[in-house]
């Protein structure tokens, strides 16, 4: 009987044994599928990189970094796709951009990235650039260093026309001159510039021909200007433009612009012409006015209406709505009409 029930008493230690660890065994279970924290989470659902729909660049390279936010750090530096040239704008497709980023190992999956339904990325490598009064005012400076030509009043007729130059957005210093050839008979200049520090520049050279011309000053915008707009002093400048057959058109007096309206759409830059502009209609057509008459001793005054648009000090037709008599009259106020002593008795019968 001892052995059995030394049989049976082990039998029973070791089955209370295994439910005892079967216990811990459920009890653990739940604890660890109720963690919280970071930790888990990140092994739950990791963070996608995100694409950047734009990028603006001052390098000639993009850069995993500038494509992801947030990339890891061996890779953000990494090239990925060259940029466009100086001042230049392009557009990198997402597949490829996909496709680059598995083949670098920043990620496995192309779902492993955010590249929130985008088609393409919009790349712009920043530039400054180069205005065709830059170019002419360096020539201009190596003409008077060079030649002693004094070209203040003569401007550059650039064959083909002013070229486009874009030059690192970092360097501030002017273009200067490296080369220049003159011919005083015939006025032809030939020029090679540069802006000291440009890598852009020295690896294209800049090369201009042309020919100085006779220059006279014009008005132009410096800014657009709409339709109905009064132009003020700050928004005309005085510059010299080459002298051609129109010239005659051009407003060259500051003073035949400022306070006049622009009878249309005005571009900066954009020499004005006399028709472009004009004194300011304080009658319009049609409009209601008062009919002033004024002698030594006597006003007389009455209602009108404008059958011309004038501005101050303009002669316009004006008329009575009853008797249908017209007058001639100055503009002389926000609808205001004057009319001269010698007009006394066809004011009487206008009534």
């Given at each position: 009987m001892i052995r059995p029930l030394i049989a049976f008493s082990a039998l029973l230690l070791s089955g209370m044994a295994a439910a005892q660890t079967a216990r811990v065994e459920r009890v653990s279970v739940p604890v660890a599928a109720l963690q919280t924290g970071p930790a888990a989470v990140s092994s739950i659902a990791p963070?996608?990189?995100q694409l950047r729909p734009e990028l603006t660049l001052t390098r000639d390279f993009v850069t995993y970094g500038d494509l992801f936010p947030g990339a890891p750090a061996d890779l953000s530096q990494a090239p990925?796709?060259?940029?466009?040239?100086?001042?230049e704008t392009g557009t990198i497709q997402v597949a490829r951009i996909v496709e680059a980023a598995r083949a670098a190992g920043l990620v496995r999956e192309a779902g492993d990235l955010d590249t929130?339904?985008?088609?393409q990325v919009v790349v712009t490598r920043a530039a400054r650039r180069l205005m065709a009064s830059d170019l002419d005012a360096a020539i201009k400076t190596g003409l008077q260093e060079r030649f002693g030509v004094d070209?203040?009043?003569?401007?550059l007729s650039v064959d083909g026309g002013a070229p486009i130059v874009?030059?690192?957005p970092e360097l501030t210093g002017d273009a200067v001159v490296t080369e220049l050839s003159y011919d005083?008979?015939?006025r032809r200049v030939q020029a090679r510039l540069m802006v000291p520090g440009s890598t852009a520049m020295r690896l294209k050279p800049l090369r201009i021909s042309g020919q100085l011309v006779d220059t006279v000053e014009v008005v132009v915008p410096k800014r657009a200007i709409a339709r109905g707009e009064t132009l003020g002093k700050a928004d005309v400048t005085v510059e010299r433009r080459p002298r051609d057959a129109q010239t005659g058109e051009f407003v060259g007096d500051l003073r035949s612009a400022i306070d006049k309206v622009a009878r249309r759409a005005l571009f900066a830059g954009m020499p004005l012409r006399s028709g472009d502009v004009q004194r300011e209609e304080i009658v319009a057509k049609g409009d209601l006015v008062t009919i002033v008459y004024e002698a030594p001793g006597l006003m007389i005054t009455m209602r009108g209406?404008?059958?011309?648009?004038?501005?101050?000090?303009?002669?316009v037709s004006v008329s009575n709505p009853q008797s249908k008599r017209v007058?001639?009259?100055t503009v002389s106020g926000p609808g205001r009409v004057s009319v001269q002593a010698s007009s006394a008795g066809r004011v009487a019968s206008a009534n």
């Open positions: 963070r996608r990189l990925a796709f060259r940029a466009p040239a100086l001042g929130q339904g985008l088609a070209a203040r009043a003569l401007a874009a030059v690192e005083a008979r015939s209406r404008a059958s011309d648009a004038g501005a101050m000090g303009d002669v007058l001639q009259g």
